[in-house]
């Protein structure tokens, strides 16, 4: 007695409808790989995306605001040029995390001569509740620059990466060419001295 075959249901397909591509929706490697291929848009979403934390990383690594910003727009100006260069051996952040501190290297540098001038007092209307919490939050802020540019430069850049901007260590270790031990120990000598120098102010 043969079994009767059984009836194979067709399969229905249904693709979707064409429509314009959304690029903010698009992963780094997919953005990344439309820009290398002369993509223009995608290039432009790249940077779109990942300028404020270029420009964060810049306004902590340089206390100069005006050398931040322009560290920033030369970081980003590498990133258009230098995108072909990028091989994906590390994470596309990494890379531009490197090229930012490069970046912001050279622009001190190139200000090394020039006095470093205080920060402006930002009198801008706060729209902080509670204006002394605000005052007491921008002092510490102050406070913790000043003693950042009192340790070590690696192990402050190290702190700023891992504590302010919240990298793990293999993307420290990654951005800044140095082992992942090196980063570790950086940061725990740099927070020490950090502790030690505001206990001292308290």
């Not at 223009?40 to 306004?59: I, W």
């Not at 902590?60 to 051996?89: M, N, S, V, W, Y």
């Not at 950086?186 to 020490?192: D, I, K, T, V």
Request: with cysteine; charged share 35%.
């Amino acid at each position: 007695m043969q079994l009767p075959r059984s009836r194979r249901r067709p399969i229905h397909q249904t693709f979707r409808s064409e429509g314009p591509l959304v690029y903010a929706r698009l992963s780094d490697p997919i953005l990344v790989k439309r820009a290398k291929d002369g993509d223009r848009q995608a290039l432009a979403a790249l940077c779109e995306r990942h300028a404020p934390r270029v420009e964060k990383l810049a306004g902590h690594l340089l206390r100069d605001p005006e050398d931040a910003r322009d560290a920033a727009q030369e970081a980003l100006t590498k990133l258009c040029t230098r995108i072909g260069q990028f091989r994906g051996e590390s994470q596309f952040s990494t890379w531009l995390h490197r090229l930012t501190m490069n970046a912001c290297s050279d622009v001190a540098k190139r200000q090394s001569a020039r006095a470093c001038e205080p920060l402006l007092e930002d009198r801008r209307a706060s729209t902080d509740a509670d204006p002394a919490r605000e005052a007491d939050r921008a002092e510490l802020r102050g406070e913790l620059n000043r003693r950042l540019g009192e340790i070590p430069p690696d192990q402050a850049r190290v702190v700023v990466l891992k504590d302010a901007l919240g990298l793990s260590f293999e993307e420290i270790a990654a951005a800044a060419r140095m082992p992942v031990g090196t980063a570790k120990c950086y940061a725990h000598r740099g927070r020490n001295q950090l502790r030690d120098k505001l206990s001292d102010v308290a």
